[in-house]
């Protein structure tokens, strides 16, 4: 049975950092890419980053750029995303995803992704 569990979300004040990480069973993490999804209240789910399959080439949304580090560790099946220098508007529930051929060339859309997870809220307010 395939799974994606995120943690390490929480509260943070402007300026800190966080690390979510997204941890995978039941299918071999090698030859799947990890994509990380926000939505916000009242807004529309919206992609954040996302790491390729094998080569560990990264993407990320323009607000992103130069916030994040995205990394696998494919022996721990588990996907990292650290976030730095949060802002207000990075308040959202963040979902990791998982797709076979998603992430090859560019940040890879929702549609892209056969798997879910059941997200993380991460709050930054001060």
């Known amino acids: 049975q395939v799974q994606l569990v995120e943690s390490g979300g929480g509260l943070v004040q402007p300026g800190g950092s966080l690390t979510l990480a997204c941890t995978t069973s039941g299918f071999t993490l090698d030859y799947w890419a990890i994509g990380w999804f926000r939505q916000a209240p009242g807004k529309e789910r919206e992609a954040v980053s996302c790491?390729?399959?094998?080569?560990?080439?990264?993407f990320s949304t323009d607000s992103m750029k130069g916030r994040y580090t995205m990394s696998k560790d494919n022996g721990k099946n588990t996907t990292y995303l650290q976030l730095n220098n949060l802002k207000l508007e990075d308040t959202a529930v963040y979902y990791c995803?998982?797709?076979?051929?998603?992430?090859?060339?560019?940040?890879?859309?929702?549609?892209?992704?056969?798997?879910w997870g059941q997200g993380t809220q991460v709050t930054v307010s001060s």
């Open positions: 995803a998982a797709g076979r051929t998603a992430c090859r060339y560019r940040l890879a859309a929702a549609r892209e992704y056969a798997y």
């Open positions: 790491i390729a399959q094998s080569d560990g080439i990264t």
